[in-house]
């Protein structure tokens, strides 16, 4: 009786602290409402099959406890009832697939027309750089990093010459801008993620991962870096400003671009190649 | 017992003989050295694998309270970043590979597989003794690695290069790293040789009458388990080589041109997703080396106590048989987010999934021997019941991360680390847990003590639901995993502390309580309440043998015959509400049994 009574509080429970406690999700912040609501599906169809099985099973642990002078049923199988119960199941899993999938193929297909921005991870801050003017991101290698070429694009790439470099953990973007993030790590494994907007993705050495998403409310969001990547990982930290045009146009005009910082250095001679061709373009 | 000779089986048409086993000759200890360390009887080596594998995972049980500490608690136990992650890493591995795997095969597997199958021992006993060895021999490696300069490696047990293996990461520039894939390498070969061992022993070395089909499940269990680690732990074993040359010899193979803190290291061209498909490939079908002894042992704890035949047996063999098989294709969704080709993100949601399938029905079987059953409440029963609740929680929340698009926000936050320690962590332990106080009148030939057993039972089961379940709420607020310092910061709608708080004191409870049970074992071994034979009154043929418990050979002069399937429980017309395997039809003329 006790242990029936302790399934169900068990069960129950779980059930009252899922509706009741106060910690759950914060609002979301850009235009993955699918993600959250393929979420909510499958609490429903998860959390109805657990209460089923807890309850049958402290029906059964009540109904059927031991009495030496009763015999247990013998039904070695019922075929009938386990095909049942694997279709069932069967449908269950693909109405939680099928939106699930539906999700991700939006995922992973980038809106044309997104605006490309970039993410640099290292240990352990953040870097981003805009496109500029030309609206294209320069060409980069790894080799080419320095002090005064942190991001190590390529000088001799036109592009290169008007992306606007921040160096800093904080980035500003526009409210309703389709953005994609393409990520770039210099040392190690990191993951760009912002709670707020459900989106994550690793940024790997050596390659450069995408995703996109449109921010549809300003606000400061936190940004954790959410893969582990050494013994500064819980200090990555950072924060992303949605902004309303105006704000976000007044802090984009205090940014500067990659001429303007080999400038500043007294470096303007990297980028001449990059210059003579842009002219010529 | 069986003392049927063979002409009386061949006469019976309910039997049908298996292989032929040749006598085998067993090496009998002349010493000490040969009887308690160099020991060739399985059940001793499985003893021993036992111990050793507590002993380390007290290793990771105290790293866990210390973590824990330094999440809810910060200062309390001052300690520094660095040495809370290597906290966090050896707790994974040894939890993972030097705690379950080695319990449930090399300690579950040589106590029971011979006992079970009918057999006097593994077919390899000298090798079998030779694979403890090597298993002690990698934990000594890997304690090494806490007393060398820089400690053991911080690398998160997934040991993701570049991390790994760079100046950023506790261990990584040092030894701590090296010892650790040295380690693991020592151990793939110890497991090797135990592994082939237990699946020979089960396909070749089965008494007459015992067809596969009549196997325990708690056979099954462990005979797929070990054919997927037979399989998947090779993968781990390259992935180790080639990580050692890269950071020994500076080859590339996961290394890609990087520059860390400034410096340009000589890496060039390597591919760090590369190793996570190898460590994926052995790491997935590990969750299931881990789960499906697990599954296998609970089945039969579940039918001897609730006095009834396990439901669908056949359907529960061919569930088994499918996940382990499924389990080598679904490794990549715990790359959703990785940065891999996002198309792969379509087949590998799809294929886990459908494991849910056999899973789910794995479940409802259990369930429904419990229907209609005559289910005795004992300790076993009561962490069998546990385990449902606790494996159906973990079950459930896979469907959430196996679904690619409702992984990308949930993947390396908190609702992970809930789900893989309900599944893989808690619902296994407490099968172990389980299956200590069912099989101990076996091992020692005394029962554990009742009291302190159920007080175990309650705060354990209590205990580590109060650490998990809350634990996903912290996840769907978005809390990272490994953070040394969780912060209140601005994306949590709800304080985090309070619940982590709690977690932690949920934790400390529930590790204490181990000790009791040690302390449990410990004088009951000596103490305990004598069992006498078949003290569960099971059908099986470990509770079958001439002595209690079983001395070297197991089966007395001649092994047992069997007749039956090993859950002949309750049948229709028969005297007694259990038929043991080795009972001849002719016994037991008005039972009417159905399942042979």
């Not at chain 1, 693909?94 to 490309?116: R, S």
């Not at chain 2, 040295?182 to 396909?203: E, H």
């Not at chain 2, 379509?346 to 479940?363: E, R, S, W």
Request: charged residues 15%.
């Amino acid at each position: 009786m006790i242990v029936a009574v302790l399934v169900v509080l068990v069960t129950l429970g779980s059930v009252a602290f899922h509706m009741w406690s106060p910690w759950w999700w914060s609002e979301i912040a850009s235009n993955w409402v699918g993600m959250d609501d393929t979420i909510i599906l499958t609490f429903w169809i998860t959390g109805a099959v657990f209460v089923a099985i807890g309850l049958f099973m402290a029906y059964c642990i009540w109904k059927y406890k031991y009495n030496k002078d009763k015999r247990a049923d013998y039904e070695p199988e019922n075929s009938k009832l386990e095909w049942a119960l694997t279709i069932i199941t069967t449908i269950g899993v693909i109405a939680l697939l099928a939106p699930g999938l539906i999700v991700w193929k939006n995922f992973v297909t980038v809106p044309k027309g997104a605006y490309e921005i970039e993410v640099v991870g290292q240990q352990w801050y953040w870097m981003y750089r805009l496109p500029g003017k030309d609206g294209v991101l320069g060409t980069t290698d790894i080799k080419n990093i320095n002090d005064d070429n942190p991001f190590g694009l390529n000088t001799d790439d036109p592009h290169s010459v008007d992306d606007i470099l921040i160096d800093a953990d904080d980035l500003h973007i526009l409210k309703d801008q389709t953005l994609k993030l393409n990520l770039r790590a210099l040392d190690v494994l990191h993951d760009f993620y912002v709670p707020q907007f459900r989106a994550k993705m690793d940024m790997v050495p050596g390659m450069i991962t995408y995703y996109w998403f449109t921010p549809i409310k300003t606000g400061t969001f936190e940004i954790l870096c959410a893969e582990y990547c050494g013994t500064g990982h819980y200090s990555m930290l950072g924060y992303v400003i949605v902004d309303e045009e105006e704000d976000y146009n007044e802090w984009l005009s205090e940014q500067m671009t990659f001429e303007e910082t080999l400038a500043s250095n007294g470096k303007s001679d990297l980028i001449k190649i990059a210059l003579n061709k842009k002219n010529d373009l | 017992m069986a003392a049927d000779s063979y002409d009386d089986v061949a006469k019976n048409k309910d039997s049908i003989p298996s292989l032929e086993v040749p006598p085998q000759d067993l090496y009998h200890a002349k010493s000490w050295w040969t009887k308690y360390i160099f020991c060739q009887d399985a059940k001793v080596i499985g003893i021993q694998y036992a111990l050793t594998a507590v002993a380390i995972g007290m290793v990771g049980l105290v790293s866990s309270w210390l973590m824990r500490m330094q999440i809810a608690f910060p200062g309390v136990i001052p300690m520094e970043a660095g040495a809370y992650y290597q906290l966090v890493t050896m707790h994974g591995m040894i939890m993972v590979v030097y705690l379950l795997t080695a319990l449930f095969l090399g300690g579950f597997g040589n106590f029971l597989i011979p006992l079970m199958v009918g057999a006097r021992d593994m077919v390899f006993p000298y090798v079998n003794m030779v694979s403890f060895w090597v298993f002690f021999l990698a934990v000594i490696i890997l304690a090494a690695s806490y007393f060398v300069p820089g400690g053991p490696t911080g690398a998160g047990w997934t040991l993701y290069p570049p991390q790994a293996i760079t100046s950023g990461t506790p261990g990584g520039d040092g030894l701590g790293i090296v010892l650790m894939l040295v380690s693991l390498a020592v151990f793939v070969i110890g497991f090797t040789m135990g592994g082939l061992n237990y699946v020979i022993t089960i396909l070749q070395a089965r008494t007459r009458g015992m067809t596969l089909m009549r196997l325990p499940l708690t056979v099954w269990g462990i005979f797929t388990a070990t054919v997927l680690a037979l399989f998947a732990f090779p993968a781990l074993f390259v992935a180790g080589i080639m990580m050692t040359l890269d950071n020994m010899l500076g080859t590339s193979f996961f290394m890609p041109a990087i520059v860390e803190f400034g410096e340009r290291l000589t890496y060039d061209g390597g591919s760090p997703i590369l190793f996570q498909h190898l460590f994926w490939f052995f790491g997935h079908p590990e969750v299931y080396i881990v789960a499906l002894p697990a599954f296998g042992i609970v089945s039969d704890l579940i039918s001897v106590h609730a006095r009834k035949n396990i439901f669908g047996y056949r359907m529960m063999v061919w569930a088994i048989v499918v996940i382990g098989a499924l389990s080598f294709i679904v490794w990549a969704h715990h790359m959703y987010v990785a940065g891999m080709n996002p198309w792969f993100g379509f087949f590998f949601a799809t294929t886990t999934l459908i494991i849910a399938v056999p899973t789910a029905i794995k479940v409802y079987n259990w369930v429904l021997t419990l229907w209609r059953g005559n289910i005795k409440l004992t300790i076993p029963m009561l962490f069998a019941i546990a385990f449902i609740i606790t494996f159906v929680n973990g079950g459930l929340t896979g469907l959430f991360l196996g679904n690619v698009a409702v992984d990308v926000p949930l993947s390396d936050t908190y609702f992970v680390v809930a789900h893989f320690h309900m599944v893989m962590g808690i619902a296994p332990v407490l099968v172990i847990l389980g299956s200590i106080y069912h099989w101990f009148p076996l091992i020692t030939g005394r029962f554990l003590n009742e009291r302190l057993g159920r007080i175990h039972f309650w705060v354990t089961f209590i205990g580590s639901y109060s650490i998990y379940f809350p634990m996903h709420y912290l996840g769907f607020m978005g809390v990272t995993r490994r953070y040394f310092e969780v912060f209140e910061g601005d994306n949590f709608t709800y304080s985090i502390i309070g619940i982590n708080q709690f977690i932690t004191v949920a934790a400390l409870i529930t590790g204490a309580v181990q000790f009791l049970f040690f302390y449990n074992i410990i004088v009951s071994s000596k103490f305990g309440k004598k069992a006498g034979k078949n003290p569960w009154k099971a059908c099986s043929l470990e509770w079958q043998t001439p002595d209690v418990p079983p001395t070297h050979g197991n089966f007395g002069k001649e092994l047992p015959v069997v007749y039956r399937w090993a859950y002949d429980y309750s049948v229709p017309g028969a005297d007694k509400d259990y038929i043991t395997q080795d009972t001849p039809p002719s016994a037991v003329a008005n039972a009417k049994a159905e399942q042979t």
